[in-house]
């Protein structure tokens, strides 16, 4: 049985470790794949857009041979000097049908991601932001990432993930329907009808995408929810430098998640994967969910993920 083939992209870098895993781990499912990754690491970077300089493209050849699957679906990996949104856009509007026509996305996945993108987190995360960046040009989309810094072990982070993209194929046609918005905020998704069909339409549309956060050690449970409540405090710290005098660093001393029933806080301390629907655009933007529909969309099914992909 042929599979959908899928666009993959990342924040941490084409040579990082849970990009090589997922990508593996798809293309031994036999998931033809098409990778454009920031050819260094762009943590944090936002929807940030390069427009003072030119990009570097290379083809990594050397990556694909280690990990391509034996007489496997093709396989093209690409890197970019550039941030994650430049990735998606400079593959989505024409890249793509160029360096690899033999391979068509059904969609994005972006990640797997080292670090949680919780909570506020979506509004910094290159990971978050190339899957937003993505589902704007009307590909559906999700972004991967492993909540923890204490340990780089993605296996079980891709078992989840791994079926995760499966329930999200089986709802979406072969190729996406909206790509590059020809019709612009005149084609919308679905307004009536069942909730299901409405949020299954959004995505479709990318007018609806997913965030996944892997916890630290995995219970085998799944969870649809919303955005928690997390707060950084402390996040700066001045020092004294011989060369500049003082300087400020951006972290975070002490991270507070509020203890919120039913947000991807809690699902992830509690051991579970988190999935969050998130709007793609602004809410008072055209295309941007209603209320309602964000809320159905996060309504968990009998297995944890969302209703509407079950």
């Known amino acids: 049985m042929s599979r959908a083939a899928l666009f993959l992209t990342n924040d941490d870098g084409i040579d990082s470790a849970g990009l090589h895993l997922l990508i593996s781990a798809l293309h031994a499912r036999g998931h033809p794949l098409v990778v454009l990754a920031p050819a260094s690491e762009q943590s944090c970077s936002g929807m940030r857009l390069t427009l ?25 990996i690409f890197s970019l000097d550039g941030s994650p949104c430049d990735c998606a ?38 990971t978050v932001s190339a899957a937003r960046e993505t589902s704007l040009y009307g590909m559906p989309s999700i972004a991967i990432s492993l909540a923890t810094y204490e340990h780089s072990e993605f296996s079980q982070t891709v078992e989840a993930s791994l079926g995760i993209i499966e329930a999200c194929l089986t709802v979406l046609p ?28 959004a995505f479709a549309h990318g007018d609806m ?6 916890p630290e050690s995995w219970n085998g ?27 400020f660093e951006v972290g975070a001393a002490t991270i507070e998640d509020e203890d919120i029933p039913g947000t991807d806080c809690n699902a992830v301390n509690s051991g579970a994967v988190a999935i969050t629907p998130l709007s793609s655009w602004p809410v008072n933007h055209p295309l941007g969910l209603s209320g309602e529909l964000l809320s159905a969309a996060t309504e968990q099914g009998v297995f944890g993920l969302p209703s509407w992909l079950e």
């Not at 300089?53 to 093209?76: Q, V």
């Not at 919780?118 to 290159?126: A, F, I």
């Not at 969870?223 to 950084?232: A, F, K, M, N, P």
Request: charged share 25%; proline share 7%; hydrophobic share 35%.
């Open 209 to 214: 995408f997913l965030n996944i956060n892997g």
């Open 174 to 201: 072969e190729e996406p329907v909206n790509l590059r918005r020809p019709e612009g905020s005149r084609r919308k998704p679905l307004s009536e009808g069942p909730m299901g069909a409405r949020a299954r339409s």
């Open 52 to 76: 003072r300089h030119d990009l570097e493209f290379e083809e990594r050849e050397d990556i694909a041979a280690s990990l391509r699957t034996e007489d496997g679906p093709p396989l093209r």
């Open 221 to 247: 449970e799944l969870q649809t929810v919303s955005l928690g409540s997390r707060w950084y405090h402390n996040a700066i710290d001045m020092k004294d430098t011989k060369n500049i005098g003082v300087a």
């Open 89 to 126: 856009i400079v593959a989505l509007d024409g890249g793509l049908q160029v360096w690899a026509p033999e391979i068509k996305p059904a969609m994005c996945v972006s990640g797997i991601n080292q670090g949680p993108n919780l909570s506020v987190d979506v509004l910094h995360s290159g």
